[in-house]
């Protein structure tokens, strides 16, 4: 069975200071996993995924998320954070069954 | 830039009506799906569809609901009798390839249909 689970569900940061979206997965096989953004009355957007390829993967908008194994980790961050990426992110995973499985979501809050 | 497209944005219906919901996935793809989002709650898969045939579905797609492929370019979501519970942000997605089995790549989702039932 496949899970997800979004450590944190509310981020506030400052604006330019760096952003941590933490993310935890279970998998029975190698996942694949994903990170959406969903801004107010809008819909899903995909920020980066991760498909067996570098660990490291760089999205759009400066976001990366690195995949560990040994920790079944996908965090999100950016360096420096800019009030436009107030938003809702979800971390998805997606190992071999046609549903992809969604994090409960993590609200950014970027302060001025 | 190809895009999924939903219709309608937002509709309001008593409790006990059908909703249709529309759905144009991109014109290459070949998945479709349906999720939905309660709100303030996380984002929960209802089905997939592929080649005229449900291929999964979840606990929730009960038999109210129902989905269609009535031509070529659209995909529907029907809800026979719509309930207060029903009332969610329903995204329409779709994959060039099946999600089950080789196929790693995101899904694509429409900006959603916004259903409210009184």
């Known amino acids: 069975a496949q899970s997800v689970t979004q450590l944190d569900s509310h981020v506030s940061v400052s604006e330019g200071t760096p952003v941590l979206l933490r993310c935890n997965y279970s998998?029975?096989?190698?996942?694949?996993l994903f990170w959406y953004v969903q801004h107010p009355n809008k819909g899903l957007q995909l920020l980066l995924k991760?498909?067996?390829?570098?660990?490291l993967v760089k999205g759009i908008n400066g976001f990366e998320a690195e995949f560990k194994k040994s920790e079944t980790s996908f965090h999100l961050t950016k360096p420096s954070a800019h009030m436009s990426d107030a938003a809702e992110y979800f971390c998805?995973?997606?190992?071999?069954?046609?549903?992809?499985?969604f994090g409960t979501g993590t609200r950014l809050k970027v302060l001025a | 830039e190809p895009e999924v497209t939903q219709t309608p944005s937002h509709q309001v219906t008593q409790m006990g009506q059908e909703v249709i919901l529309r759905c144009v996935p991109i014109?290459?793809?070949?998945?479709f799906y349906w999720y939905r989002q309660i709100l303030g709650q996380k984002v929960e898969f209802l089905v997939s569809?592929?080649?005229?045939?449900?291929?999964?579905k979840s606990e929730i797609f009960d038999d109210q609901f129902s989905v269609e492929r009535p031509d070529g370019s659209n995909f529907t979501l029907k809800i026979r009798s719509t309930k207060l519970e029903d009332s969610a942000m329903y995204f329409c997605?779709?994959?060039?390839?099946?999600?089950?089995?080789?196929?790693?790549?995101?899904?694509?989702f429409g900006e959603g249909s916004r259903l409210t039932v009184l």
């Open positions: 998805v995973v997606h190992s071999g069954t046609y549903k992809y499985i």
């Open positions: 998998s029975s096989y190698s996942p694949s």
């Open positions: 991760y498909t067996s390829a570098a660990t």
């Open positions: 569809f592929y080649n005229n045939e449900i291929s999964e």
């Open positions: 014109s290459n793809h070949l998945y």
């Open positions: 997605a779709s994959s060039p390839s099946g999600t089950s089995g080789l196929y790693t790549g995101e899904l694509f």
